[in-house]
């Protein structure tokens, strides 16, 4: 479980996807705010970017897909713990998350593997501590 307070953009246009998600994430020690709206999460996080110390999206959305999210988030913040979520997982989309260097994980992983991605992902960064504050 996460005991410092690092603090997750989650994005999902499934709204029952998104509370679950949030609602994990909330209870192993996450911060999190959730976003249903790839534009605005995309907004919030221009607005904000040392705000966020990581960002998990879902890989098929309606409005914007996790790639289109992604690329969008690290052209402001290059290099921010980026994960993606899907069903399914083919090769073009394992080949597109490498060459982006986010990590794309199955939705239908347990949350401990959901855990254990974070953490590593999140030990590459900063600590909650260097942010900047908003």
């Not at 999902?12 to 994430?25: H, I, K």
């Not at 879902?58 to 289109?68: A, P, R």
Request: charged share 30%.
């Amino acid at each position: 479980m996460a005991t410092n307070k690092w603090q997750l953009l989650a994005v999902d246009d499934d709204s029952s996807q998104l509370w679950l998600l949030a609602r994990v994430l909330k209870k192993s020690g996450y911060e999190v705010e959730g976003f249903n709206d790839a534009h605005l999460a995309i907004n919030s996080f221009r607005a904000r970017p040392h705000f966020y110390d990581a960002v998990i999206s879902d890989l098929s959305k309606t409005q914007v897909s996790g790639f289109e999210l992604a690329e969008k988030i690290l052209r402001v913040r290059p290099g921010i713990p980026l994960i993606l979520t899907s069903a399914t997982l083919r090769d073009k989309d394992l080949a597109e998350a490498e060459r982006l260097g986010v990590r794309l994980i199955l939705k239908g992983q347990s949350i401990s593997e959901m855990g254990a991605a974070l953490q590593e992902l999140l030990a590459k960064d900063e600590s909650p501590d260097k942010r900047e504050t908003a």
